[in-house]
């Protein structure tokens, strides 16, 4: 069975940090273009970031909200993505979800909830 699975959403204040993981189990993240996307209430659901691979080489892309503070990487080891997210604030509040993207499938998690507030 195909999963992925978000951790690392919580509360958090206004300039404070928090790092997302996205696990993937039955299947292998080198095989897809893995990303991160975000809906706030009343929202779509929008790009956050994405991070394919070419080699050794990641490339990586950025909404133009998050650019500088936020920063998408992955182990193919660990099959893992992470994003990193520094100088949250409040517009950041969603609910974040993994996607793989690849020729055919494309995969989504459940999602895990970020709330930036004081």
């Known amino acids: 069975q195909v999963q992925l699975v978000e951790s690392g959403g919580d509360l958090v204040q206004p300039g404070g940090s928090l790092r997302l993981s996205c696990a993937a189990s039955g299947t292998i993240i080198s095989w897809y273009v893995m990303g991160w996307y975000r809906q706030a209430p009343g929202k779509q659901r929008e790009l956050v970031a994405t991070?394919?691979?070419?080699?050794?080489?990641?490339?990586?892309n950025y909404a133009d909200s998050v650019k500088g503070r936020f920063t998408i990487s992955r182990s193919n080891a660990k099959n893992t993505i992470y994003l990193e997210m520094n100088s949250l604030s409040p517009e950041d509040t969603a609910v974040y979800y993994c996607n793989a993207r690849g020729t055919i499938a494309n995969l989504w998690g459940q999602g895990t909830q970020v709330t930036v507030s004081s």
């Open positions: 991070i394919s691979n070419s080699g050794s080489t990641n490339y990586a």
